[in-house]
């Protein structure tokens, strides 16, 4: 059964910073791409991040490039999203999910206000 399984969320001040964690069962983390996502208030869900199966290349939407960083750790089976320099407009659900998707998660909640 395939599970991911997000957290590290909260309630942060603007110019803050978080780390997200999601952490894979029931498939083989290590040959899969993994992305994050997320989905603002009233919104379609949106591509942040990804990573390749052995995290050697990372791309970037244009709205995170330079604040995020995604990596992963295969031994772990979890993929991380550092957050740095968080803004208001970062305020959404996040979710992780394979390349290609896989049922989703529940999502962590990220919440930037001061």
């Known amino acids: 059964q395939v599970q991911f399984v997000e957290s590290g969320g909260g309630l942060v001040q603007p110019g803050g910073s978080l780390r997200l964690s999601c952490v894979v069962s029931?498939?083989?983390?290590?040959?899969?791409?993994m992305n994050w996502y997320r989905q603002p208030p009233g919104k379609e869900r949106e591509l942040v991040a990804g990573?390749?199966?052995?995290?050697?290349?990372?791309n970037y939407a244009d709205f995170v490039k330079g604040r995020f960083t995604i990596s992963r750790d295969n031994n772990k089976n979890t993929v991380y999203l550092q957050m740095n320099s968080l803004k208001p407009e970062d305020t959404a659900v996040y979710y992780c999910n394979a390349l290609p998707t896989k049922n989703w998660g529940q999502g962590t909640q990220v919440t930037v206000s001061s």
């Open positions: 029931g498939f083989t983390f290590s040959y899969y791409a």
């Open positions: 990573i390749s199966s052995t995290g050697g290349n990372r």
